[in-house]
């Protein structure tokens, strides 16, 4: 006998999907929130140093979304299975919306009079792609996911819902927060006092939509509840909310310092906590109220080698990814050929 | 979809017709659209010609390639 054949390799797939995809949210989070921010920058510089700000690092950053479905193909088929079709409109919508904007990235560039519709492509593709997000997630945690049989028997709207709304917009939100953390870090001038002065609304918009998700999701869904709320539980999960809220007050108070980093920090420190509580409140469940982790699972001679892979495969990436931001490090160059139109 | 095991119509996922039509259509507009925009682009760069001032590319061989690869255009007739 193997000794891995002992080894919880469910809980290992569910650590490295949470991680994978607390990489791509916090990541391609900020990059998307600097399109969403787009149509409230208030000249055309400021644009075309928010888009050169993000030119080395938003396809990279997109990595981590590939990564994170393949975690969940490969490690629970079964759940995958169903979420797939169960939020097929809006994935799909949100590859739209990631094909609008990646494409603006080559032609905005170009000029001439289209431009404005690149521009618009930016920021509309940003924001569908954020809000579908955040309605997946809402959807997932908040709603019942009708499954007969193992197979998904829901209708394709069935995702959609007040709930899934709140968060879709508070995801909105949440990128938007750490695309002008983004903006402080990276840039200078006015562009950052624009990312300065977006920090606000957005930090105050994203704490009302964390509150109303955290205050009613305990009362919407019963298991959450007693999740939090089961007493030794409850202290143990304490710490989260209150770094959160920690954090959150921070960046309320840094986001005028002259520690350009704090803010980013702070906001990243934010959602990955905020990202935990959640990952707390749903575990084990592969998909919530049907299936765990290990009822999800795949066999065991695939987790072996897809683990192994894993183990070999983001070290490698967040290697180079981390040697891409190195290079790119400070503040953004203003590039010589967005001069020449 | 695996030979042996599972036919591709017991593999469909339970998606309702109308959403994968309508991610079909959108897809093919969107991408349509896109094609029309780098046909936009790449227009303007055609119509626009070469920038002034930039080098030209050689019309005819350089005397100095035809010098390196050993070919004399005198040679031709003597050849024969």
Known sequence: MSILSNFDFAAFFAVAAAIVIGLYVTLDGFDLGVGILFPFAPRRVDRDVMMQSLEPFWDGNETWLVLGAMVLLAGFPLAFAILIPA???PLALMLFGLVLRG???EFRGQGGPLEIVWTSAFAAGSFIAAFCQGAILGAFVGRQI???????AGGPFDWFGLFSVVTGLG?????????????????????????????????????AAMAVVSLSTPFAVPHIAARWFTWPDTLMLLP?????????AGVWRVRWSEREWAPLALALVLFLTSLAGLGASVWPAAVPGVMTIWQASSMHRTQVIVAGA?????????????????????????????LER | ?????????????????????????????????????????????VWRGPVNGAPMP????????????GLRPTNWSESK
């Not at chain 1, 989260?240 to 959150?248: D, H, K, L, R, V």
């Not at chain 1, 894993?310 to 967005?338: D, E, H, N, Q």
């Open chain 1, 171 to 207: 995801v909105v939100a949440g990128y938007g927060l750490l695309g002008a953390c983004w903006l402080i870090w990276k840039t200078s001038g006015s562009t950052q006092t624009f990312g300065r002065e977006l920090a606000l609304p957005t930090l105050l918009c994203t704490g």
């Open chain 1, 103 to 105: 494409i603006a990235f």
């Open chain 2, 58 to 69: 050689p019309a005819a061989p350089s005397a100095a390639l035809v010098g390196a690869i």
């Open chain 1, 146 to 152: 009708v499954v007969v049989d193992g197979v998904f």
């Open chain 2, 1 to 45: 979809v695996v030979y042996g095991h599972l036919r591709t119509a017991d593999a469909v996922s339970p998606i309702v017709g109308g959403a994968v039509a309508g991610s079909i259509i959108i897809a093919f507009l969107l991408y349509n659209l896109l094609l029309l925009g780098f046909l936009w682009y790449a227009g303007r760069l």
């Open chain 1, 240 to 248: 989260m909310p209150i770094i959160a809220s920690a954090a959150w």
């Open chain 1, 310 to 338: 894993i183990m070999v495969v983001v070290p490698i990436v967040l290697a180079y990814m981390t040697f891409g931001y190195w290079v790119f490090r400070g503040k953004t160059k203003p590039s010589p050929g967005g």
């Open chain 1, 87 to 89: 939020f097929y409109v």
